[in-house]
Nanobody, 124 residues
Framework: QVQLVESGGGLVQPGGSLRLSCAASGSILSIYAMGWYLQAPGKQRELVAHITAGGNTNYADFVEGRFTISRDNAKNTVYLQMNSLKPEDTAAYYC??????????????????WGQGTQVTVSS
């Protein structure tokens, strides 16, 4: 039906940068909003950044000014540019989408569609 595939994670030194991508594919009718969440070991998943179809964004306080979320609606892709990375940013990062897709001859709305996650490790 629909897949969200993240890429761009890896190991980076403190102060470095990474760019995450999340591409949505499948029988997509519309994508209303997309976001990035992180989950550190033993902790709950939490919002990093969120962007609406119209481009309105909001960020968690702990990434404000360091991370930038953007999207390419034509490619059904959302990005997360992460600068000035800190060891405490180490986590699995998950893409999330509020979308509508076509299946079984009808439209379905799913407000919490998740990718499989990509690991970001910030360490010297």
């Amino acid at each position: 039906q629909v897949q969200l595939v993240e890429s761009g994670g890896g190991l980076v030194q403190p102060g470095g940068s990474l760019r995450l991508s999340c591409a949505a594919s499948g029988s997509i009718l519309s994508i209303y909003a997309m976001g990035w969440y992180l989950q550190a070991p033993g902790k709950q998943r939490e919002l990093v950044a969120h962007i609406t179809a119209g481009g309105n964004t909001n960020y968690a306080d702990f990434v404000e000014g360091r991370f930038t979320i953007s999207r390419d609606n034509a490619k059904n892709t959302v990005y997360l540019q992460m600068n000035s990375l800190k060891p405490e940013d180490t986590a699995a990062y998950y893409c999330n989408a509020d979308l509508e897709y076509y299946s079984d001859y009808k439209a379905h709305r799913e407000i919490d569609y998740w990718g499989q996650g990509t690991q970001v490790t910030v360490s010297s």
